[in-house]
């Protein structure tokens, strides 16, 4: 995008240069028609855009090596020194903002920007600045560490994702003995986890307090903007304890008849239960990338377009490799407007669902790229992962670009899809609780985690025998990275996987109206609220038993074809 406001020669590493551009913005005397506010807003915005990407690909830099002291370094250099000022302008500006005679105007516009301002002004404070930096260099501490992660087996030295694998083997000895070796080698940074969480929990309550909030539950609440409360999320936890836990006890119950065992073990779930090889749909990082985009090609034209591009672009990293960050993500590049897409493939039947869900956040990148200000371009998790999980499911529909004929393998594809659907709810469920219960609990200590996280798998339990590894079972959310590094980032997942339901239904229907129904409401950003999202969409914005309970049939009938 062409800047109007921000120089081309702008150096983001000099602050002198950032604060001038933001007070420039602070100081100037906006005449008082809507026009002369708008005009204000775009620059602002711009400002915004240019940070932010500079920033996202800091960030990039940082995680596709965390053994590169230098990318550390410029990250490290953004956050300690420019993070605060616009964070310090950016309240500054708010104000300004909010006490223009024009404001009113522009509702038409705005309103739905206007109303998240006005809250940002009500949880701000200076002290909370320092704090949010401090903030960001504890989760950076703790990507070092889950970085760093890897193990001597089967003669070479391997990360843990690439070590999972191994839990795809027939043979149940190596299954055992890889997943053993993962979580002995997890449990040796079990106490630096610990710390990890303890110092990002103490700054987030220090975040909360300052904010004049009752806890952090409540500051979160509003600093996402949420449009339901923490007495709908327990709703949610019950209702799936009572309508999806049973299919998913059922599902490895049939599980182990199949495998000839009384109960599964750990090592028990992602093996073919039948004891077929596991799927190897591709070899190279590349070969899947060509793939998926084939895949989109065939379900709807701009799809294609956009996976293209991103192919030709080199807009994806997909290998996983020492020193990598675990897990994937999609990130955007404001200014440019472009997605950017990081994954740790390991050449699983898995990955080919990883790679259509991060497209799917890369093609609301796409349609956000004409919404006119970084804070519509700025996505609620809810709607944002609607348009990721949409695209797993609907994906499904065409997997012959890696499986050609082979109407077997597909049949096993598409039903470990839809078992990793049943599965997500009780997880998503048991994250949720869990940090709903640690944070209203200021003062737990380390073993109070271990007791609550093993009530909550007792409470989801869904027939899995951990007798003999109960010292792994009682840590195992220190594996999920939401934990530390985006608080309370999780029930979003369950929510949108409802969504996601309902958009793969309409496609069964009208693949091209339910694709053009998502795209369309995915162009929208955050102009409009989420429920409004949703029902652009064409589906509804409801995670009670009542939603739930009839697209778990729907895919339970799907299920019950295999």
């Known amino acids: 995008m062409k800047r109007e406001f921000v120089p081309e020669n702008f150096n983001v590493d000099n602050s002198k240069e950032v604060e001038a551009l933001f007070q420039q913005l602070l100081d100037e005397n906006i005449a008082s028609s809507a026009d002369a506010l708008r005009a204000w807003i775009m620059k602002w915005s711009e400002l915004g855009s240019v940070l932010q990407e500079v920033s996202c690909r800091r960030y990039v830099a940082m995680t596709v090596n965390t053994k590169d002291e230098e990318a550390a370094k410029a990250y490290e250099s953004f956050v300690e020194n420019v993070d605060p000022i616009a964070n310090e302008f950016d309240d500054k500006l708010n104000k300004k903002l909010m006490a223009h005679p024009a404001k009113d105007q522009l509702k038409g516009e705005f309103g739905v920007w206007f109303k ?186 701009q799809a294609g377009k956009w996976a293209r591009q991103m192919q030709a672009q080199k807009l994806i990293d997909p290998d996983s490799r020492l020193g990598k960050a675990p897990g994937g993500y999609q990130i955007g590049f404001d200014e440019s407007r472009l997605p950017f897409i990081f994954m740790n493939s390991a050449g699983t039947d898995r990955d080919i669902y990883t790679l259509l869900h991060e497209s799917g956040h890369s093609f609301h990148q796409f349609g956000l790229a004409g919404q006119p200000i970084l804070a519509y371009r700025d996505v609620p998790s809810e709607f944002a992962e609607v348009a990721s999980m949409s695209m797993e499911l609907i994906g499904m529909s065409n997997l012959k670009p890696f499986y050609g004929d082979d109407t077997e393998s597909m049949a096993r594809s598409i039903e470990g899809e839809l078992e990793d659907v049943i599965w997500l709810f009780p997880w998503v469920a048991s994250i949720d609780s869990f940090q709903h219960e640690l944070y209203s609990r200021p003062n737990h200590t380390a073993a109070d985690r271990e007791a609550i996280w093993a009530g909550i798998m007792d409470r989801y339990d869904a027939g899995v025998d951990y007798t003999g590894l109960e010292k792994f079972r009682n840590n195992m959310w220190q594996k999920q990275l939401h934990l530390f590094e985006c608080p309370f980032y999780y029930i979003e997942y369950g929510i949108a996987q409802l969504g996601a339901l309902q958009v793969w239904a309409n496609f069964k229907k009208d693949p091209q109206k339910a694709i053009d129904d998502l795209f369309k409401a995915e162009s929208l950003g955050y102009s409009v609220t989420v429920p409004e999202m949703f029902k652009a969409a064409n589906i509804n914005f409801d995670f009670t038993a009542k939603t739930i309970e009839p697209l778990m049939k729907v895919v339970w009938d799907e299920l019950s074809k295999f």
């Open 116 to 301: 998240s301002v006005q809250l940002s002004l009500d949880l701000f404070s200076p002290e909370n600045i320092p704090l949010e930096t401090e903030e960001v260099k504890a989760v950076q501490a703790y990507q070092k560490i889950t970085g760093g992660m890897s193990v001597e087996f089967d003669g070479k030295v391997q990360t843990m994702q690439q070590l999972g694998t191994y839990l795809e083997r027939t043979d149940r000895d190596i299954r055992e003995k890889a997943w053993r070796t993962t979580w002995e080698r997890r449990m040796q940074d079990k106490e630096a986890l610990d710390k990890s969480f303890d110092e990002l929990f103490s700054i987030r309550n220090k975040i909360a307090k300052n904010a004049h909030c009752k806890d952090y539950i409540d500051f979160i609440y509003m600093a996402k903007r949420r449009d339901y409360t923490p007495k709908h999320c327990k709703d949610f936890h019950e209702s799936v304890e009572k309508l999806v836990l049973p299919l998913l006890k059922e599902i490895y119950k049939k599980r182990a008849a199949k495998m000839g065992l009384a109960r599964l073990r750990p090592w028990d779930l992602a093996v073919d239960p039948l004891n077929r090889e596991p799927l190897k749909p591709y070899k190279t990082g590349d070969e899947l990338i060509e793939k998926v985009d084939q895949i989109f090609e065939s379900i709807h034209p």
